[in-house]
Nanobody, 121 residues
Framework: QVQLVEYGGGLVQAGGSLRLSCAASGSANADFNMGWFRQAPGKEREFVAVIEWRGGSPYYSDSVKGRFTFSRDNPKNTIYLQMNSLKPEDTAVYYC??????????????WGQGTQVTVSS
């Protein structure tokens, strides 16, 4: 059974930065694609970024492209989401996910518990 645990959420002012981490246990995360999603109150879970287990360039949603950077460290079974130039509309609970592909959250098998990111204006 794969377990995912996120770290690094918090409160930041608009224009600031945060880095989220997600540690996987139970299976090497090198074996499957990993993604980040977010969910704001009253809204559907939204795709943020995905990276394939083979490596290569991550794929980002248009809303975060150029501001967020997704990376993975396979030996550490950890993925990261560096978030720069944060905006109030980035406020959401952020989830890491594994075992799926593409931007549809329903295709992912494993989920972390989520971490709150709040961006004040």
């Amino acid at each position: 059974q794969v377990q995912l645990v996120e770290y690094g959420g918090g409160l930041v002012q608009a224009g600031g930065s945060l880095r989220l981490s997600c540690a996987a246990s139970g299976s090497a995360n090198a074996d499957f694609n990993m993604g980040w999603f977010r969910q704001a109150p009253g809204k559907e879970r939204e795709f943020v970024a995905v990276i394939e287990w083979r490596g290569g360039s991550p794929y980002y949603s248009d809303s975060v492209k150029g501001r967020f950077t997704f990376s993975r460290d396979n030996p550490k079974n950890t993925i990261y989401l560096q978030m720069n130039s944060l905006k109030p509309e980035d406020t959401a609970v952020y989830y890491c996910a594994g075992g799926g592909s593409g931007p549809a959250y329903t295709r992912y098998a494993f989920w972390g518990q989520g971490t709150q990111v709040t961006v004040s204006s």
